[in-house]
């Protein structure tokens, strides 16, 4: 799958998005993505992470966090119950988007052209990477982050 013409795009985010966490939402499944805008942070599989031609049935590690935009919870007493926060950190990254609701082999599709496009650079890739679900102009778009870094100096 080809991210697009140019490959994965640089990102600077200049401050952090903030969702509500949420234990019960599911990233792949179409139940919750209907639930408007959601964030969900997935570990990559060590041995997958640094390959050109990582393994997509190996690459996925586990689900970190959870999170979805939107109001915040409130309990019957009406306090506002916010158990924790789930962000995407401001910072370097990575990014390539879909305008589409992708399933679980899209999004591993999408995220294993990240990290190639992030290798032949010669980046410093995080060991995990971030999946964001919204909805422009009426229709599903699908992002992926993956925090990154310049190598810095080579050597001589």
């Not at 799958?1 to 640089?10: D, S, W």
């Not at 234990?23 to 499944?29: E, G, N």
């Not at 640094?50 to 970190?64: K, S």
């Not at 305008?99 to 990290?115: F, H, P, S």
Request: hydrophobic share 40%; proline share 7%; aromatic share 10%.
């Amino acid at each position: 799958m080809a991210v697009n013409e140019e490959g994965a795009r640089r990102l600077e985010l200049l401050s952090p998005l903030v969702y509500h966490g949420r234990a019960d939402l599911a990233p792949f499944s179409c139940e919750t993505r209907g639930e408007g805008e959601q964030l969900f942070c997935f570990a990559i599989d060590e041995a997958q992470s640094r390959r050109i031609d990582p393994d997509a049935g190996a690459f996925l590690g586990p689900l970190r966090a959870a999170g979805y935009l939107g109001a915040a919870p409130v309990s019957s007493g009406g306090a506002v119950e916010l158990p924790w926060e789930v962000e995407l950190p401001k910072g370097s990254y990575l990014f390539a988007q879909k305008r589409e609701a992708l399933g679980k082999d899209a999004v591993i599709g999408l995220a294993i052209e990240v990290q190639k496009d992030g290798l032949w650079e010669r980046l410093r890739l995080g060991a995990c990477f971030y999946l964001r679900y919204l909805y422009e102009e009426g229709s599903a778009v699908t992002q992926v982050f993956r925090p990154c870094q310049d190598p810095g100096p080579h050597p001589r």
